[in-house]
Nanobody
Framework: QVQLVESGGGLVQAGGSLSVSCTAS????????MGWYRQAPGKERDLIAL???????YVMDSVKGRFTVSRVIANNTVFLQMNNLKPEDTAVYLC?????????????WGQGTQVTVSS
């Protein structure tokens, strides 16, 4: 099993910046992908940023140039730096990990941290 501890987020005015971080721990063979989803009220959960073991990253088009995802492999921590935030970025941000557990690749999500952007 994988446990995810998230921190950061909060309330900021439009144009401001916030960051969130997530550290994975537990019993697993290997962590492959780490990243972030977000879910706004009444909307689907969207993948917004991902770091992959092959060194590639993915960032959703609507946040490119504003959000940066990074990862410290040594301590299984992923960061999301969010700049020039907009009211439409308001959502619960959930850490995501894909890990090898008992021989199988399995997804895990954190409990989420609220990001609120006021206009």
């Amino acid at each position: 099993q994988v446990q995810l501890v998230e921190s950061g987020g909060g309330l900021v005015q439009a144009g401001g910046s916030l960051s969130v971080s997530c550290t994975a721990s537990g019993s697993y063979f290997r962590i492959d992908d780490m990243g972030w989803y977000r879910q706004a009220p009444g909307k689907e959960r969207d993948l917004i940023a991902l770091t992959m073991t092959v060194g590639r990253t993915y960032v959703m088009d609507s946040v490119k140039g504003r959000f940066t995802v990074s990862r410290v492999i040594a301590n299984n921590t992923v960061f999301l730096q969010m700049n020039n935030l907009k009211p439409e970025d308001t959502a619960v941000y959930l850490c995501y990990v894909k890990a090898i557990v008992r021989g199988y690749s399995q997804p895990y999500w954190g409990q989420g941290t609220q990001v609120t952007v006021s206009s």
